[in-house]
């Protein structure tokens, strides 16, 4: 089957639509003295609750005449940003000395709203030149005063911005709050408040090419969310030597096996089989619920795949420094493309496991991990709306969405489907089935899924729980979850316990559970998030990630067990 031209063109289009947020070339980035130079305001809201941010002009700023939005990317949309025009004028080498730029009579409306937001720490980010600023919009001074009704609070009214540049080029801008400065919001009555800035230009060696490299250093998250190196190599060297160390055991009890069943073969052909060997006739009988099995590894295979694009994406610079939307457009775009590999994938392993009703499976892949994303979002999208915050999308942007769902997710899922469907694959087993399954024996508590998932997923978790976004801790996560599950699916065949396909996949993807758990201790023992919004976007979209985690990590336990399973079966001789 051919792909249509229009969906061809709608993808390109969709591609190149997603690049518009690349690296900036240095020629688009050159001024002369006087020229205008874009600021932009973007958004404003609590420091500790960064879902929950509002437009800059949600808050009672003066509004200079022709304000103007700046037309945005999906994935600045996506992101939560919404750029317009800043009030300030910051031409290129051009001082200013605590220039007004609006004198304003706040209302006791305006005065109480201004309040509560200093009293959330709230902060403002803006973009000059693609460079963003941060600042916050006052303070609290609270004197040594325990009583929160005593304390002062206070808005900051003369922003000092200090520009570096080099030749013709704008190199880094910095911005402070003048300290002196300051209108009182304490009591509900009107105030006179006198809005300046201050402008200083300094010059500097530091070349075009390297201005993003300070971003890249510096972080705003607290000192505990940044990377320690020490830590991260200790932990990858102590999982590492555990995997050896386990990897050493499972050989050398592999090869005693091995031994002993070659052994029993040249004794008497009576004697009867125990352990692993006893189960040849029922390792490989198809699992229960085969079809949301199928769709699982569907699923999986294309979530591992988009992490996989989404590092080498990183990893060539695409995802620079504050490159505003880009990792969002690429989630989108990669999810979008890679969606026919699910579609391969469970169509193909479906038939492969016997299964007649496909395009039943095709919709249960589509929808095994949309689904309850889509719920979600429709739920999280709802309260951003009552909240008034940057984060709820516009129709416009859901309508961009549903038509790059309809227009190239779905047909490509079902071209993959098809060819999967068609790709005739027969299920490779090494020995025959039996007729009849025969009873698994009785099993100590230890060995059953919910403790076998403990133990699979607790591994894997020690490797990633300091940093999450390594390349290299991707990978070594990747090394232990199938290596641990491979050892519990062994122990599994070894009690004679045939019942491992559902069992290695749960194994494999409880990591993503021990994820999540540790996004409970976060969030209460390590942040300072709070309000519904916050928590309820925090909880509800960590549980689609690490519902992507509990697939794509399951996949990764399942195909690891199949081919270890696939392995002794075949090196041993079975009736």
Not at 174 to 203: C, G, I, Q
Not at 270 to 297: C, M, N
Not at 373 to 388: E, K, P, Q, R, W
Not at 525 to 552: E, H, K, V
């Amino acid at each position: 089957m051919r792909i249509p031209t229009t969906l061809l063109l709608f993808i390109g289009a969709l591609i190149l639509s997603g690049a518009g947020n690349v690296r900036p070339d240095a020629s688009d980035h050159r001024y002369k003295e006087g020229d205008s130079v874009p600021l932009y305001a973007n958004k404003v809201g609590p420091f500790h609750n960064p879902s929950e941010t509002y437009r800059y002009f949600d808050l009672p700023f003066c509004i200079p005449e022709g304000v103007k939005d700046k037309k945005e990317a999906l994935g600045e949309v996506l992101n939560g940003d919404r750029l317009v025009s800043a009030p300030y004028k910051l031409n290129f080498r051009d001082e200013k000395d605590s220039e007004t730029y609006c004198k304003k009579k706040l209302s006791r409306e305006e005065v109480e709203q201004f309040r509560r937001a200093v009293e959330k720490d709230y902060y403002f980010q803006m973009y000059y030149d693609d460079l963003p600023i941060w600042g916050f919009i006052g303070k609290v001074d609270k004197d040594g005063k325990s009583d929160p009704s005593e304390f002062k609070y206070f808005l900051y009214k003369h922003i000092q911005f200090e520009i570096l540049y080099n030749e013709d080029r704008v190199i880094e801008i910095n911005a402070r709050m003048d300290p002196h400065s300051l209108v009182d919001v304490t009591e509900d009555k009107e105030v006179d408040a006198e809005f300046m800035y201050t402008v200083k230009w300094k010059e500097t060696e530091t070349p075009f090419e390297k201005r993003m490299d300070k971003y890249a250093m510096s972080s705003s998250l607290p000192h505990h969310l940044e990377i320690h190196w020490f830590s991260i190599i200790n932990s990858c060297v102590t999982v590492l030597l555990l995997t050896g160390f386990l990897a050493t055991i499972l050989m050398r009890v592999l090869k005693n096996d091995f031994m002993k069943y070659a052994q029993d073969e040249e004794a008497a052909d009576d004697q009867e089989e125990t352990g692993w060997k006893y189960i040849h006739g029922d390792v490989f009988r198809f699992p229960k619920y085969k079809s949301v099995f199928a769709a699982s590894l569907g699923s999986g295979t294309q979530l591992f795949t988009l992490t996989i694009f989404i590092f080498m994406l990183s990893l060539v610079g695409v995802f620079y420094p504050y490159n505003r939307g880009a990792l969002f457009t690429a989630l989108v775009v990669i999810y979008a493309l890679t969606s026919g590999i699910a579609g391969y994938t469970a169509s193909s392993f479906y038939c492969q496991l016997e299964g007649k009703n496909w395009v039943r499976n095709l919709l249960l892949t589509g929808g095994l991990f949309c689904g309850p994303l889509f719920l979600t979002f429709c739920f999280l999208n709802t309260v951003a709306i009552a909240y008034s915050a940057t984060a709820a999308l516009p129709f416009g942007t859901i309508v961009v969405i549903v038509l790059i769902w309809t227009l190239v997710t779905s047909p490509l899922l079902v071209l993959g489907g098809i060819a999967g469907k068609n790709s005739k694959a027969e299920f490779q087993a090494p020995v025959r089935t039996t007729k009849y399954p025969r009873e698994i024996p009785q099993l100590p508590w230890y060995r059953s899924a919910i403790p076998q998932m403990a133990m699979a997923g607790f591994l894997p978790f020690s490797a990633i729980y300091i940093e999450l976004i390594l390349f290299i801790v991707f990978i070594i996560l990747l090394i232990v979850t199938a290596f641990i599950t491979v050892a519990l699916t062994y122990f599994q065949l070894a009690a004679e316990d045939h019942e491992w396909w559902w069992r290695s996949f749960l194994c494999g993807g409880s990591t993503g559970l021990f994820i999540y758990a540790y996004c409970l201790y976060y969030y209460y023992a390590r942040s300072d998030m709070s309000c519904f919004m916050q928590t309820s976007f925090f909880f509800g979209y960590m549980a689609c990630i690490c519902y992507g985690f509990f697939l794509m990590l399951g996949t990764v336990g399942f195909r690891a067990s199949l081919f270890f399973v696939r392995h002794i079966y075949r090196s041993i001789k079975c009736e």
